[in-house]
């Protein structure tokens, strides 16, 4: 089992779509969360952290359900210029970290 | 206040050459990772570097591949004697604390191995 996954969609939505991508993780020593965004052929670019009480940006929500070791991000009224790779990202550590970077969920907002 | 530097951004080498990968950290930044990303792959981590010393090689192939973060300068990513598989996007990306706070990342050197 891969330490972090997520469904590599991809996922089409229309303009003004709500979308919500899922990332589970397996190792219950796992610290700290990020989404990130990666453009075709750019660098991953930090979107949000994600804490256990939730946290909201804008259009964007990360949550985090520490129990089924699960997060997710929430996008609300997307837009054409949200179409990207969606990546998780797992810090795992108990006296030394681990990052873990899913393979990524493409988004692809149609007008 | 000036993001994560890579350079070059492109860089061909034929087999048996080397390569040499630099990259600047954020302002105030003293954690350093290298990944690498293959074509429709996701990002593998090689190597997180701290000034002067290597914490976590744990992703570095055994051989051909070595980094380093000198007291003074960029982070270096040397691969020595490239091959064809070694072609792929490599990305640096630098913290302000340790390794579990977020990591920004620079824009990548492309290097194609001929």
């Known amino acids: 089992r891969k330490e972090v996954e997520q469904d590599p969609g991809p996922f089409n939505v229309p303009e003004g779509a709500t979308v919500a991508f899922n990332c589970t993780y397996s190792?219950?020593?796992?610290?700290?969360f990020f989404w990130y965004r990666q453009d075709c052929r750019k660098e991953p670019k930090l979107l949000m952290s994600?804490?256990?009480s939730g946290n909201e940006d804008g259009r964007f929500t990360a949550q985090l359900n520490r129990a089924s070791q699960y997060i997710s991000l929430l996008i609300r009224d997307s837009k054409l210029s949200d179409s990207a790779t969606y990546l998780c990202v797992v810090n795992i550590g108990t006296g030394g970290f681990k990052t873990i970077f899913g393979a990524g969920t493409r988004l692809f907002v149609k007008a | 206040n000036a993001g994560v530097m890579q350079n070059p951004r492109h860089l061909v080498r034929r087999r048996g050459q080397e390569a040499r990968l630099r990259c600047s950290p954020m302002k105030g930044h003293s954690h350093v990772y290298w990944y690498r990303q293959l074509p429709e792959e996701g990002l593998k981590f090689m190597v997180y570097l701290q000034k002067e010393n290597i914490i976590d090689e744990s992703g570095m192939p055994k051989e051909r591949f070595s980094a380093e973060f000198p007291k003074e300068g960029p982070s270096i990513l040397r691969i020595q004697q490239v091959v064809r598989g070694d072609s792929a996007a490599y990305f640096c990306?630098?913290?302000?604390?340790?390794?579990?706070?977020?990591?920004?990342f620079g824009p990548g050197t492309r290097l194609t191995v001929t």
């Open positions: 190792n219950s020593a796992s610290q700290s």
């Open positions: 994600v804490y256990s």
């Open positions: 990306a630098s913290s302000p604390r340790d390794r579990g706070s977020e990591q920004y």
